[in-house]
């Protein structure tokens, strides 16, 4: 709770009543009582700083009596406290612009104020699950939900009814989707092609069958109603509009159209992956450490499928906070891709990244084959790994040597013990 603590030191020194200024487009002159967005934004900031996960969480501890105290001093709350649909709501309402520049705003005060140096940041990204349920198609779109049926398809679809299918469904008329489909399904040597089901049936006795549900069955399908069978209609996505044109709607659509599926390491079970579809949010953190404070100077959101290593470039231009000579990047080996090093570098920055090595072959003679070990120590060519040798400043490289770690019979006659070995 240091991140915390330092709010409530600033509260006497730092005054809110800016992002009035910065919110005050979003509002307009009629309206009844709303809660002052200077209260909201401190809600916002100590939410972000103390990590929580969504305003589900966060507005649980805001409306305990104990925990949320020091929360609701800050924001200078008493009697009506907001929920997580107010937060949600002005978050809407204001826009991710408004929030940005209160951030950017709030970055500068604490460089100001010495809790933020910028000599160490840290960016890392983490999976959220959205609160939409996800369908089943990495690739819904907008236009999913609107599908026009041209005469062929109609077609179609009373032909498999002719020929007693119980589930009617058609190919995804999206081209593009139905290649990535083939293409992540030939990789089990058996490609198929992604179909829609939009209607679906059960035949019964006539006693039991519904009159109205065959009659719509027929009019959607084209068909005369004495060559529908008797059934009961189990679910339809199709509906024709008042020009008698047939529409349908893929089943597999979340409501969540944003938010796609992405993978993680289960916390529960690290040899595996979990699933989740939702978000990635990209963070960077300011580390101070004389002080012992992480305070997060910047947030970027994507789908939950996006490379996170990819957006590290753009994610790291928006921040308030400048690249400055010296200054230390922390990541993690998603973050492991040539062009981050070399626009750090290009920036004047240290980059400090985990190495990612894919689906590199480490084992030992595959090591000895390419050349150098998972550090990127060399090898010598007796196979012994070289000896770091200091650092070559006019070639900007590392020296290796191989030290001759050999017994002295082997040494004399090492065909490599005089010159240079270039790579």
């Known amino acids: 709770m240091a991140a915390y603590d330092s709010f409530a030191i600033l509260r006497p020194t730092i005054d809110f009543s800016f992002t009035r200024s910065i919110c005050a ?12 967005p200077a209260s909201l934004v401190i809600l916002e900031v100590a939410a972000k700083v103390d990590c929580y996960p969504d305003y589900a969480s966060f ?9 949320g105290r020091r929360y609701r001093e800050l924001a200078g709350l008493h009697d009506a406290i907001p929920g997580e649909d107010d937060l949600s709501h002005f978050r809407y309402r204001v826009g991710a612009a408004a929030i940005e520049a209160t951030i950017a705003v709030l970055v500068d005060l604490f460089r100001t104020f010495g809790l933020i140096k910028g000599d160490l940041l840290s960016t ?3 999976l959220e699950p959205s609160y939409s349920r996800y369908k089943g198609c990495t690739y819904a779109c907008q236009g999913c939900q609107q599908l026009r049926l041209d005469a062929a398809s109609q077609q179609d679809l009373a032909r498999q009814l002719h020929h007693g299918a119980k589930r009617l469904q058609l190919i995804c008329p999206f081209p593009e989707v139905v290649a990535k489909v083939r293409q992540a399904t030939g990789k089990t040597g058996t490609p198929t092609d992604p179909k829609i089901a939009l209607l679906e049936i059960e035949e019964v006795p006539k006693d039991q069958a519904s009159p109205q549900d065959r ?3 027929a009019t959607l399908l084209g068909l005369p109603e004495e060559h529908v069978p008797d059934l009961r209609l189990k679910w339809c996505r ?3 509009n008042p020009q008698g ?3 349908a709607c893929c089943p597999k659509v979340p409501s969540d159209l944003e938010a796609k599926v992405g ?17 990635l949010h990209q963070k960077t953190t300011a580390i101070n450490q004389e002080l012992g404070l992480e305070l997060p100077v910047g947030n970027s959101t994507y789908a939950a499928n996006a490379d996170e290593g990819t957006h590290f470039i753009g994610h790291r231009t928006a921040l308030a906070i400048p690249v400055l000579p010296g200054q230390v990047h922390l990541g993690d080996a998603a973050y492991d891709i040539t062009a981050n090093y070399l626009w750090i570098r290009k920036q004047g920055g240290v980059p400090v990244i985990d190495y990612n090595p894919r689906n590199e072959h480490l084992d030992a003679a595959s090591l000895v084959h390419r050349g150098y070990d998972p550090y990127g120590t060399p090898y010598a060519p007796c196979g012994r790994l070289c000896r770091s040798n200091g650092y070559d400043y006019q070639a900007d490289a590392r020296q290796y ?12 006659h090492c065909p490599h013990r005089f010159g240079v070995l270039e790579r």
């Open 215 to 217: 009659q719509q069955v």
């Open 238 to 240: 199709l509906h024709q």
């Open 59 to 67: 507005c649980d501890d805001l409306h305990q009596q104990d925990k």
């Open 124 to 126: 890392d990204g983490q």
């Open 401 to 412: 040597v191989c030290g001759r770690p050999c017994p002295p019979k082997e040494q004399r």
């Open 25 to 36: 487009p979003n509002y307009g002159a009629p309206g009844g009582h709303c809660y002052d």
């Open 245 to 247: 044109e047939l529409w």
């Open 263 to 279: 993978y993680h390491i289960d916390t529960k079970d690290p040899a595996k992956k979990e699933r989740v579809f939702g978000y």
